[in-house]
């Protein structure tokens, strides 16, 4: 992050990236990514290169989030405040369960014969 024209970008591979329009086709995707921008007031000010991999496009979009609203509490500890308020500084806790032994997954079981 670093002040600019407001140029949001994901980094794809070393020196290949795309824009937030292209990279995140949903439009409550492109929501998720510009919220703290808005809330803080900071859209066409800033540059962000971003990098993400795994999960969903969902998933990524959260993610991309947390770590916006993470370079802006860097960049400017006074609008903290306003990121807290609106939830962006808080990570979803939630994860995969692990696989249990004796079991076909974390909670499926084996199919069970009588006979």
Excluded at 14 to 36: C, L, N, Q, S
Excluded at 41 to 55: M, S, T, Y
Excluded at 56 to 81: F, H, N, W
Aim: glycine share 14%; charged share 30%; hydrophobic share 30%.
């Amino acid at each position: 992050m670093k002040p600019g024209s407001g140029k949001i970008s994901v980094q794809i591979t070393r020196g290949r990236t795309k824009t937030i329009e292209e990279y995140f086709t949903e439009i409550r995707d492109r929501e998720d990514v510009f919220a703290p921008l808005k809330a803080t007031g900071l859209i066409g000010k800033v540059d962000i290169v971003a990098r993400c991999n795994g999960g969903g496009t969902m998933g990524q979009a959260q993610a991309v989030r947390l770590g916006i609203a993470r370079a802006i509490k860097g960049y400017d500890p006074s609008l903290e405040g306003a990121l807290r308020d609106n939830g962006f500084l808080t990570r979803d806790p939630r994860e995969v369960e692990r696989k249990k032994y004796g079991q076909a997954g974390a909670r499926r079981r084996f199919q069970f014969s009588k006979r």
